[in-house]
Structure formats: C-alpha cells, structure tokens
C-alpha cells in the first residue's frame, strides 16, 4: 500500500502558502518601519528578486499539491475502472504540467490551459507580496506658526516710529540673516525692494490661470495662486515636518484676507511740485581738457547736454493728519514732469489709503489713482506639497478668527512698508515705480482686452499693491520665526508616503485560490476515504511501468501488433499511435495467482471506441497466459483481440 507520508503530502504543501496568506490578510495593511521604506527607494531591484523568488516557491507548493492531489486520485481511479493508455498520457501530461503533443486534440487543449493556469497562482502571490507606495494620512504633530507678541514688538514694530504727528523711518535697527534658511529681515523694505517691485509687475497672469510665485525668502519654495501672507514657516531649517516620507500636509493658519481696491480720483491732493531744475552745457572740447587731456582732440564731438529735474511728492491723502502733508524729492533726468512716477500710502483713522501721482508721457495713465486696502481677519487653509515644493493658501468660511496682532500695529507697518518702498526707488530715465505698475497694467489688457484704459489701470494697479501687501506679510511672519523665534503651532494633518506588502485584491485571490485547494484536497480525501488501500504502482514512475511492462511479457506488444496487421500497417514506436494508445487497461487482484496484482487488457476496438468488460468475463474469453509474480510485483497482461 502507498505510505502515509506520500497521502500526507498534498496536505503538508499548503501548509506554508496557507500560513503565508493568513499572515498577509492580517498585516498586509499594515505600514512597514522607515528603515524598510528607505532601503525600498534605494534598491528595489534585490526586493524584486527576493519578491519574484517566495512567489515562485509559494506557487510551486500550491501547484505541486494541486498535481499531487490528481496524481493520487487518478491512481485510486486506475484501481477500480479500466481506463485507455490515452488516459495514461493525459494524466502524466497534467501531473508533470506538461504539454504532450501526442496527445488527442481535446486533451491537448485541456493539457495546455491546465499548464498554462499553473503560472497564475506565481503572479497572484507576486501582486500579494510586492511591496508598495501606499499614501497614509496622519497626523503631524505641531507646525511652526509666527506670533506677534509684545515681548518681540523691538523686532516687528521698530521700524516705524510715531513722534508727533509724523511717522518716522528707523532702518538702523533693522536685522538681517541670510544663509541657507534664505533671505530673511526685520525689515521688509528696504532689503526686499526689488524683489517686492518685481512680484507686483507680474502678479497679473496673462492666461487667468492662478499665479505662480516664489517665497521672497527662500526662492525654491512657491506658492499657487494668492500667498495671502500666510505659510512664512514653511521651507525654513526649523520646520516641525521633518519627516522626508510627507508628501504633503496641511494646516490652520490666522492671517488677513488683504482687499484692494483702487478708483480714478480727478480731487486727488497727491502731486509732484517743481522745486528745482539744472542745466548744463558743456563742449566737448572743455570736456575733453578736463577729464581727458592725454587723448587728441576730436572737434566731431557734439557739445554735453546735461539736465536735472527735482521735485516733491507731496500733498494730501483722505485719511492724511492735517498740517502734516506726505512729502519727499523725485529727481529726473527728463524735462519737467516727464516719465516720473510717485506713491504715498498711509494708514490712520482706520482706514488704509494709497494715492499715486505721475507725470507725463510714459506713465500718465497712472496719474491719480487711489486705492483702499481694507484687511479682515481670517482663518485660512493651508496645503504644503513638499514633492513638488509649493504651497497653496485658501481662505476658510467667514468667521471670527483670533486677531492675529491685535493693535493693529502689523497692518500699519504694512502701509508704512509700502510708503517707504516708493522712496527707495529711483527715477531718473525712467521711473521704477512707473514701470513696476505699467508691466501689470499690460498684462491686465491682455488678459481682459474688453477692458477700457481706466478699468485696467485700476485693477491692475489694485493686484499690484495686494501682491506688496501679501509678500511683506510673508517677510514679517518669517521674521518672528527666524530672527525673533516668537512661535505659536498649529495641528498639522498630512500625506505620508508609506510601505505595505501587496495590493488588497491580490491577497484576496490569493486566498481564495488557497482555499479552493484546500477544499478540492479535503474533498478527494474524504471521497477516497484518505486513497484506501491505494498501491504503490505509480504511471509517473519510470521504475513502475518498466517493471510492470516486463513482467506482462509479449502479450501487449503481440496484441497492437496484431491489430496493425489487421490493418495492414507497422509498428512505428508512434507515440500517437491510435491503435496502442485506444487499449484500455484495468488493474486487477487475481486471487488465482496468490492475490498478485495485475493488469489485464479490456478491448480495443478498430474505432477507438472502447468499452469496459469485467475482468472474470475477459479472462474466461480471451487465451492470454498471465506472468505469475511475486506476492508485492505488477505485472501489465495483453490479451488477443476479439
């Protein structure tokens, strides 16, 4: 009888996929370590190999177990109904998970589909056991938020300085860090001049689509669409997010929702007044004598013309103290009132005005426009990719957020920053201011060509000074991080890219496969009793069918040969051969020869077709002279033909 260990062993091999897959369904959700995570993004060419090496082995225990099963169920079939060497082949070809082109067409098709099947349960377990990018969402701990708070007002609020009635410029005690955490003052304005003049020519996007800008103190960060002056902690050495896995996060932030809105005021008081203008001509000659009286006089040379306008910006904005005018020089080198630009912002009794004054010719357009910045307090959202380096800023639902500097004082330092930006620029051919406002102007109009020229100048000129306002909100809020360390946090909630071993579908069809092998296993051993009385003669076995061939002598090979003489044809050895492979055979106990185990011919039939005939009826009929063997040997018997 066949062993124990050998019924067993279809069993035995689902023991390590099944334990496998239980492990996955319980844990496959969960995140693997950093470390792992890490060692995945370096190499992930050896996890591969170690991934596509168990799915292999987990799929060659399922599928031998699979074969094992059939192989055994055949054997205890083979026992008790006679079956055709066509039979035979077909269930070596599926045990072995062979192709055998011999074999009849429907078998074939059936032998392929069955080995090609087999390669299924290697790709199910490779999809349950690949490792993973996943996205998590947790939370974050405290994110780094400035504070405006009196025991830092030296660093936020000393710059501007009340005496009187007057507003007064302390730039002496403004500080300044620029290294790798970025270009970070105290002061705004004057250190972030140009960069501040550079954002408000190009805030308006030619296509509509939000803006694009970077922080002004640290350029690889930028934001999507408005700033709104918030997430200045974002992208500084100190950030709470340290974790490199954060794909990104976001978070609370109070800040100012700052609106702009600007009209052409024909009563404006702001305008430019002649105080000065120089000229001067000089030969070229005397010019020559002068500064070059090694080089040999050209008498070619045109006379020197040189001109000098100067002026003040002065006059009255509607919340301006009376008896105390805005008012500071404009030099230019043009005649008078030609190409020059002006702006005074002030921030008193409540409301936060700005007028602009121009001269002629370049920058006329501009020439009394007046704007109203009103801020409300506001709780906005605030969303960090820290893959692609940008942020993005929305405001939340109206509400009555915590004021975020209570006095008022940042928002007055805001205007005053903007007051004193137009006294640190230039304009002697041209007006830096002018042309800062004159850039967004045309980008306004091609935006919105349906816009007349005063509509444009006073929406463009509105976005300009809104993109001031937000950045210098951005520079005093990284300030009190950096410079003054005056914090507050926040609850940050983000992204974070983690490791899980396989997607859940595929460890799902992975267990089901298993459980299906589970089933068809216990069933066939349930049906078989456990394979009962199940012999160790084994079709797949060399050893077995030699043995068992020898020992039936002549009368197999004497019985095909027969029949192809009948037929008129030879023996070929033909693997397919119609004639050997339609003769059925039955094992059989021949308690005649000592309860020795045989195989004994059924029939074979010119048209394949078989029929079963019992074994005590074939051996009364037919002459076949049975080989006696020993009581634990086989023997395969041929009979002649009817």
Not at 102 to 107: A, E, K, R
Not at 240 to 262: H, K, M, P, W
Not at 296 to 319: C, I, K, M, V, W
Not at 367 to 373: H, I, M, V
Request: charged residues 15%.
């Amino acid at each position: 009888m066949e062993s124990t260990r050998a019924r067993l062993l279809p069993m035995l091999e689902l023991l390590l996929p099944t334990a496998a897959i239980l492990y996955l369904l319980w844990n496959g959700d969960r995140e693997f370590t950093e470390s792992f995570y890490r060692y995945l993004k370096t190499d992930q060419a050896t996890i591969q190999i170690v991934v596509q090496v168990v799915s292999h082995v987990l799929a060659m225990l399922q599928v031998s177990c699979l074969c094992a099963t059939l192989n055994l169920s055949t054997r205890f079939r083979f026992l008790r109904r006679s079956a055709s060497l066509h039979d035979l082949k077909f269930w070596t070809a599926l045990s072995t998970t062979q192709v055998d082109l011999s074999l009849p067409s429907f078998y074939l098709a059936v032998a392929a589909a069955f080995v090609v099947a087999t390669f299924v349960p290697g790709a199910l377990w490779a999809g349950a056991l690949s490792p993973l990018f996943v996205l998590k969402t947790r939370e974050l701990g405290g994110q780094i938020l400035p504070a405006f708070s009196d025991k830092t007002r030296a660093n936020w609020d000393s710059q501007f300085q009340v005496r009187g009635s007057r507003i007064w410029n302390i730039n002496d005690k403004c500080t300044l860090i620029n290294d790798a955490r970025g270009l970070v003052p105290s002061c705004p304005v004057p250190t972030l001049q140009g960069l501040l003049l550079l954002s408000a020519s190009s805030v308006t996007t030619l296509d509509g689509w939000p803006r694009k800008h970077s922080k002004l103190d640290n350029p690889s960060w930028e934001y999507i669409g408005r700033s709104f002056g918030i997430g200045s902690s974002v992208g500084q050495t100190n950030d709470n997010i340290t974790d490199d896995r954060v794909l990104y996060y976001n978070y609370t932030e109070i800040g100012y929702v700052a609106n702009v809105s600007c009209i052409q005021n024909s009563t404006s008081d702001f305008y430019f007044r002649l105080i000065g203008y120089t000229e001067r001509n000089i030969s070229a000659s005397e010019y020559q004598n002068t500064h070059h009286p090694e080089l040999e006089f050209n008498h070619s040379l045109p006379p020197t013309r040189s001109q000098l306008s100067t002026y003040f910006a002065e006059g009255y904005l509607p919340n301006s103290v009376m008896g105390v005018p805005e008012l500071y020089p404009v030099i230019s080198w043009h005649k008078e009132y030609e190409n020059i630009t002006a702006w005074a912002a002030s921030a008193n009794d409540g409301r936060n005005l700005i007028a602009v004054a121009a001269g002629t010719n370049l920058y006329q357009k501009l020439n009394q426009t007046q704007c109203e910045a009103f801020f409300t307090p506001t709780a906005f959202n605030v969303t960090v990719n820290r893959s692609q380096q940008s942020i993005a800023v929305k405001a939340q639902v109206p509400a009555e957020p915590q004021q975020i500097e209570p006095t008022g004082h940042l928002v007055a330092n805001v205007m005053h920053s903007i007051n004193l930006l137009a006294r640190m620029s230039p304009s002697l051919y041209v007006s830096v201011l002018g042309e800062t406002l004159s850039r967004n102007v045309e980008r306004m109009q091609k935006q919105n060509p349906p816009l007349n020229l005063t509509e444009a100048v006073t929406s463009a000129v509105a976005d300009s000074f809104t993109a001031i306002i937000d950045d210098i909100l951005v520079a005093y809020g990284a300030s009190q991080i950096i410079n003054a360390h005056d914090t507050t946090s926040g609850a940050a909630r983000g992204v974070v890219e983690a490791v899980q071993i396989g997607q859940p579908l595929y460890r799902h069809l992975v267990f089901a496969l298993n459980s299906l092998l589970i089933l068809v296993v216990v069933s066939q051993a349930a049906h078989t009793r456990f394979w009962h009385r199940l012999t160790k003669f084994n079709y797949l076995d060399f050893i077995s069918v030699g043995i068992a061939f020898s020992a039936g002598g002549s009368d197999i090979a004497k019985a095909v040969l027969d029949e192809h003489q009948k037929k008129g044809t030879d023996w070929v050895a033909d693997p397919s051969d119609p004639i050997a492979c339609a003769m059925r055979v039955k094992w059989n106990l021949n308690t005649m020869l000592g309860d020795t185990e045989t195989m004994a011919i059924v029939k074979s039939e010119d048209s394949g077709v078989v029929r079963r005939r019992r074994v005590h009826k074939e051996r009364s009929r037919n002459s076949v002279k049975l080989a006696r063997l020993d009581s634990n040997s086989s023997a395969l018997l041929g009979s002649n033909l009817d």
